[in-house]
């Protein structure tokens, strides 16, 4: 099974900064097989990025995907107030698994 | 509009079955896996495993392979999740999700509302 390893577990930044969330892959994962999801309290997680780099439907170009073989990396250039919430990486490999996340919050 | 939506919040005892559902619309139900993922109060994701409602074909992961069964009806568009025999420990919010893929890619596009199921004793 392929582990995905989020880091930091916590960032506190304020609006307008930028964040850099990492997830690293126990495994080289092709670039097509990484997505990106967002999750606020008490609702259903929501697709930003698929196949590493690409954007989802609807959603801002501040946020993008970037990496490749164990690397992986969702930027956020300039914080919104809506922005702050829980950060999830998954891969589509044999099997599927999700990173343990991480929790963006408000410094 | 794509939409999933599930069946409501479940109280149950350890021991007891329980089926939950999923209800597509808005698109062609048979064309697209539907996944189910689990998350355990405060916790993340968990992928427990896929349904092609086409022709019904699972893939579950290891660590969920014989604790649940993952099932189908395409006349009805309906996806099921369900358990023999429960545990406190499936105390859990239960999600199912679309995939999508484009291209070779591929990402869980559209999600259910989440189904919470509480065993206790």
């Known amino acids: 099974e392929i582990v995905l390893t989020q880091s930091p577990g916590t960032l506190s930044l304020s609006p307008g900064e930028r964040a850099a969330l990492s997830c690293r892959a126990s495994?080289?994962?092709?670039?097509?097989?990484l997505a990106w999801y967002q999750q606020k309290p008490g609702q259903a997680p929501r697709l930003l990025i698929y196949g590493a780099s690409s954007r989802a439907t609807g959603i801002p170009d501040r946020f993008s995907g970037s990496g490749s073989g164990t690397d992986f990396t969702l930027t956020i250039s300039r914080l919104e107030p809506e922005d702050f919430a829980v950060y999830y990486c998954?891969?589509?490999?044999?099997?599927?698994?999700f990173g343990q996340g991480t929790k963006l919050e408000i410094k | 509009e794509v939409q999933l939506v599930q069946s409501g919040a479940e109280v149950k005892k350890p021991g007891e079955s329980l089926r939950i559902s999923c209800k597509g619309s808005?698109?062609?139900?048979?064309?697209?896996?539907i996944n189910w993922v689990r998350q355990m109060p405060g916790k993340g994701l968990e992928w427990i495993g896929k349904i092609d409602p086409g022709d019904s074909y699972i893939n579950y992961s290891p660590s969920f392979q014989g604790h649940v069964t993952i099932s189908a009806d395409k006349s009805i568009g309906t996806a099921y999740l369900q358990w023999s025999s429960l545990k406190a420990s499936d105390t859990a919010i239960y999600f199912c999700a679309r995939q999508h893929y484009y291209g070779s890619s591929v990402g869980f596009d559209s999600w259910g509302q989440g189904t919470l199921v509480t065993v206790s004793s």
């Open positions: 495994q080289s994962l092709s670039s097509s097989s």
């Open positions: 808005g698109y062609s139900f048979p064309s697209y896996w």
């Open positions: 998954q891969q589509f490999g044999r099997s599927y698994t």
